[in-house]
Structure formats: structure tokens, C-alpha cells
């Protein structure tokens, strides 16, 4: 790191991901999001009161995940999130074995401890995670950190809400409305991740539409053109039911995104 604090842009950063993920390209929608995360995680990591710590590491897995989780369903089922996460990573002269398994750290040690005794160990810096609790108060803080906080809230059980954020906050002496705005910033980021793969969503049951309609009418111009009845009419049976299931398929999509939204 204090190599990268001395040496390194975040154009740097930036073009170190592509050069360990270059191919296939990353998903327009997705691409702006990578690029912003990378730009401001190196802004953070190559500050000098920055430190490293299992809550950090947490935080930028999960904020990741939060946004990347339904990356490779679009991509047809390829597992392209965990080569772009170890890439992301690699990027920010990071390993992206050891924040994993320092972010399992941080949350296993929120399943297995009570809420107040984590309350406590952050206003002592004590406890497993002591170190990092006694270095997030002093050092820089960012987005990460909040994220970490957020996962080792809802991994102890504790309601993610302003006013559980900000009592966290306060036992790690960490500004209350940094940490609450975080809180609205990251619901808010979810909810555009969301709107945005409905979006996608939606294109590729349209775009499948298209492609069997056309299908359908080359099929259908070849039988009349051999003048075969019979199978003219099944065939415009079939894709009229075919049709309406499609219709049925996107009417699903939208009622379910109403009550994701109630």
C-alpha cells in the first residue's frame, strides 16, 4: 500500500483491472459502477490515514456483491462476478483470498457475539475485531467501512435502521451523519441496481419475442408458400399461445416489482 500512496493514480488502478480482466468486456451498466468504485476505494487506500482492516474488507465484498450479484445471469450463466471481483481486487494492489477471508471474519464474529457485547467491544477495542475497531475511529474513513458495519449489523441481528446505524457510529466515535447518510446512499444504489436489471429484464423477454415472431413468420411464409394447410393452422396456433404466455411472463415481472417496491 505505501508503494501505491507514493506511486499510483487511480488511471493506474483503473487500467490494472483490465489488464487482469480483459475480456469479455464488462456490461455497460456495470462498467460505470466498477470504474467509480475503483476510483474512489484507491482515493481512500492511497490516503495516509488509511488502514486495512477485516470491517473494510467486509464492506468493499459486500457492496460489491450487493451490486454485481446478478452479473452472471446475464451473462448466460458464466461465472464472470468472482473473475471481475478477483480483478477488482488485484487492482487495488489488494488479494482477493485474504478479504475474503477477512470479511468471514468480521462476519462471523457478528453471528456469534451478542449485539451489546459488540457495542461494547467497539467502545473498549476489545474482542476479536479490537484492533480494527480502535483504527476506524482514528483513521480515514469511507464507504467500505460503513458497508462492513452495515453486514455485521444485519449478521448480529440488529434492525438496519438510522437510528442502529448511528448508535454504532457512536460507540466507535465515528461521526453519526456520516454514517446514516451512508446508510440512505446504499439503500439508494440498491434500489437503482434493482430498477435497472427489471430493465434488462423486460429487453430480453422483448428481444425474445421479436426473435420467435420472426422465426415464426419465416416458418409460416414456407407452408403457405408449399400451400400445407393443416400445418399453417398449427403452427399459428402454437406461436399464438406461445404469445400470450410471453405476455403473461412480463405482466409477472411487473407485479413483482410492485410489491418489491410496497
Not at 227 to 255: C, D, M, P
Request: hydrophobic share 40%; glycine share 8%; aromatic share 10%.
Amino acid at each position: 500500500l505505501e508503494f501505491r500512496r507514493v506511486l499510483f493514480r487511480s488511471s493506474d488502478s483503473i487500467n490494472d483491472f483490465y489488464k487482469a480482466y480483459p475480456s469479455p468486456p464488462v456490461m455497460p451498466m456495470y462498467r460505470t459502477f466498477l470504474v467509480d468504485e475503483i476510483k474512489s476505494t484507491h482515493m481512500a487506500m492511497v490516503d495516509s490515514r488509511f488502514k486495512y482492516d477485516a470491517v473494510f474488507a467486509l464492506g468493499l465484498r459486500e457492496y460489491y456483491m450487493g451490486l454485481m450479484g446478478t452479473y452472471d445471469k446475464f451473462m448466460g450463466g458464466s461465472p464472470e462476478s468472482e473473475k471481475i471481483w478477483k480483478a477488482y481486487c488485484s487492482a487495488l494492489g489488494l488479494d482477493a483470498e485474504k478479504v475474503n477471508a477477512d470479511a468471514d471474519s468480521a462476519v462471523g464474529y457478528a453471528k456469534e457475539t451478542a449485539p451489546a457485547t459488540i457495542l461494547g467491544d467497539m467502545e473498549g477495542k476489545k474482542g476479536a475485531l479490537g484492533d480494527a475497531f480502535g483504527s476506524i475511529g482514528s483513521g480515514l474513513y469511507s464507504m467500505s467501512f460503513s458497508v462492513g458495519l452495515f453486514k455485521m449489523m444485519q449478521a448480529a441481528g440488529v434492525e438496519l435502521s438510522t437510528a442502529n446505524a448511528e448508535e454504532w457510529a457512536k460507540a466507535l466515535e465515528i461521526t453519526p451523519s456520516k454514517v446514516s447518510g451512508d446508510l440512505k446512499t446504499y439503500k439508494l444504489n440498491q434500489e437503482k441496481m434493482l430498477a435497472a436489471e427489471e430493465m434488462l429484464r423486460e429487453i430480453e423477454i422483448r428481444e425474445k419475442k421479436k426473435l420467435a415472431a420472426r422465426i415464426a413468420e419465416s416458418e409460416a411464409a414456407q407452408l403457405w408458400r408449399d400451400k400445407n394447410w393443416f400445418s399453417l393452422r398449427k403452427h399459428l396456433e402454437y406461436h399464438s399461445v406461445q404469445a400470450a404466455g410471453a405476455v403473461e411472463e412480463t405482466a409477472e415481472i411487473g407485479r413483482a416489482s410492485c410489491r418489491e417496491r410496497v
